[in-house]
């Protein structure tokens, strides 16, 4: 009977273990639709108003929808061990936003996507001098071979418009980030790096507004307001995404933002990626899953050693 009731436990824990997961991968789902939905908005704002102040629209209203759920925690999230390292990871996420609203103002939204997936590649070039890591041979095949489907799409042989190398720009900033951010984790709680990041970004943005501002109307406003709400939106469910799920797990559903980018992009914009677009996608959805793999084993064999 105590076996049976042991049993019938055991399997109830798993069956809530998995239930987790599957609550954290639905939230990495809707974390990428919340993203491109973002982007999609904000290519939207840029035929009418300056990138510089689509870029302040989205951290702005991510800030005022940040500051309430923050708030309601009390002021913990103001007390940063690390007030520099959290200015640089402000300093490159609003560089990547920057380099990808200029990317999408001229590029069909699910090329520019495409090409900002070179991030993983990158963050294990990145996590050799900056984290110390060792990176064998068949990751650094890996990142070789996703830089060659960067190539396939970009194709800088034929006709290449110079707007395609934007959203490497992209995925080099945002590598520093996730890098920094891995960095500032050992000594801030989540909801700090939240903060400042939003805090940094707005900041930013504000100093240089006067430079391009011109005065929106109200749908101009609203667009605005929904950037930075998509945005911060994503921003709260990859968080606890990652609470109720390991990366190794999520991996693979990060790469459903280049579904929606490209559902999105055909519905409102009218593109879609051509042959050549979708075989470097392929590449490198294919090479940052290896590399995914690859950590989740060398993870898997450090904690078992």
Do not use: N
Not at 140 to 159: L, Y
């Amino acid at each position: 009977m105590k076996a049976g009731t042991a049993a019938r436990a055991l399997a109830t824990a798993e069956d809530g273990g998995t239930a987790t997961r599957r609550i954290g991968i639905l939230l990495m789902v809707l974390t990428g639709a919340l993203y491109v939905g973002g982007d999609a908005t904000a290519k939207v704002l840029m035929r009418r108003y300056p990138v510089g102040e689509v870029v302040w629209g989205r951290f702005a209203f991510h800030l005022l929808l940040l500051l309430p759920l923050l708030a309601m925690r009390g002021g913990g999230f103001l007390r940063t061990q690390r007030p520099r390292l959290q200015l640089t990871r402000s300093l490159c996420q609003i560089g990547s936003t920057v380099f990808f609203f200029l990317a999408i103002a001229v590029l069909p939204l699910a090329t520019a996507t495409t090409i900002a997936f070179a991030q993983p590649l990158l963050i294990t070039i990145l996590s050799v001098p900056i984290l110390g890591e060792r990176v064998g041979p068949r990751r650094w095949a890996a990142v070789v071979a996703g830089f060659v489907g960067v190539v396939v799409i970009i194709r800088p042989v034929g006709v290449v418009q110079w707007a395609a190398l934007l959203p490497l720009g992209t995925a080099a900033a945002s590598a520093f980030y996730q890098i920094a951010t891995r960095l500032v984790a050992r000594a801030d709680p989540v909801q700090v790096s939240l903060f400042y990041t939003a805090l940094g970004g707005a900041i930013v943005a504000s100093l240089a507004l006067p430079f391009f501002w011109q005065a929106p109307d109200p749908s101009g406003w609203a667009l605005m307001a929904l950037t930075g709400t998509l945005s911060g939106a994503g921003h709260f469910c990859i968080i606890h995404a990652y609470q109720r799920a390991p990366a190794s797990v999520l991996a693979p559903f990060t790469f459903m933002q280049l579904l929606w980018a490209t559902g999105l992009g055909f519905a409102l914009f009218g593109d879609l990626p051509d042959g050549w677009t979708l075989l470097g996608a392929l590449i490198i959805v294919g090479s940052g899953l290896y590399v995914f793999y690859r950590e989740s084993v060398l993870r898997g064999e450090a904690r078992a050693s």
